[in-house]
């Protein structure tokens, strides 16, 4: 667990998602009420805690808990987290937050679209009582000490994807809507998953978010970047290479998840960052699949 300063206002708890250090975190924005924004997995619960600790922040402070979208590496601590943190109040997009009182289906989903080999990295989602959930979609979070907190839609990643403006620092918690950027892996590149993800929706949320002239984003995964539009414009870039080398496999026919991941992200790591690097590209390749496929079938002929 390592915590670092992001803004005098934020800090990032590096919670070792996945069961390594630089690919996710948990980040503390601090005005006169606490609130953090993304839990990663049940697993990295007790990272986040000892983060907390190491911040001098007692747990009944923490007074707002931020989930950008429904997958779990975002929203698959906050049942834990809740627990732990008894004045916390869960937010997520309204359209999802059912998954959160009752987990069953989103963890099956889960374990389909991630694969066996990452599945047990990721825990099992704590049900959280409904009375502690709001709707995030339309959120204006006012912390205190000027400091604001914002929904903004960016679908398409996933369509119930929000990200959050802190006002205070013009910053963007950015979720996934740009994709990964784990520098210390060298794993720079967006993520398409099953079984909902919209390609035109998420060039679009780009396109958005390009126009914000934003002067900072705080990744997910990971941590704060201000070369804001170089890596939204290379997000753009590396979904325009994905979407092509399936509509071409699509079209000899021969559209094999393993081999155009491996085409796609090369990467010969068999160690953890390996196993992050198969599951997610293997993920991106099928989604990317399953939203082709399902364009072809609504167009007319």
Known sequence: MEVFTVDNHIWAIDHELLGIPGVGVTYVVRGEEIALVETGTALTVPQ????????????????????????????????????ALPNATVYIHSSVAEHLV??????????RAVGEEAWPLHGELLPIPAE????????????????????????????????YRDLKSGGLFIGDAAGLIMERWGLVFPVTPVPT????????????????????????????????????????????ELADLVRRALTDGDPDVEVLAA??????????????????????????IRYELKRRQSSPS
């Open 263 to 288: 085409r796609w992200l090369p990467y010969p790591d068999n160690g953890p960052a390996g196993v992050v690097a198969r599951s997610w590209s293997r993920m991106s390749v099928a989604g990317m």
């Open 102 to 111: 009752n987990p069953t289906k989103l963890m099956a989903s889960v374990r």
């Open 197 to 240: 993800y919209n390609l035109e929706a998420h060039l679009q949320t780009i396109t958005m978010l390009r126009t914000l002239n934003l002067p900072r984003i705080y990744v997910t995964h990971y941590g704060p970047h201000d070369d804001v539009d170089r890596q939204l414009s290379y997000a753009a870039e590396r979904i325009a």
């Open 48 to 83: 986040t805690l000892a983060g907390l600790d190491a911040l001098d922040i007692p747990r009944e402070a923490v007074r707002h808990i931020l989930c950008t979208h429904i997958h779990m590496d975002h929203c698959g601590g906050s049942g834990h987290l809740a627990a």
């Open 132 to 163: 502690r959930i709001r709707p995030a979609e339309h959120l204006h979070l006012d912390l205190g000490r000027d400091v604001v907190l914002e929904a903004i839609a960016t679908p398409g990643h996933s369509p119930d994807h929000l990200s």
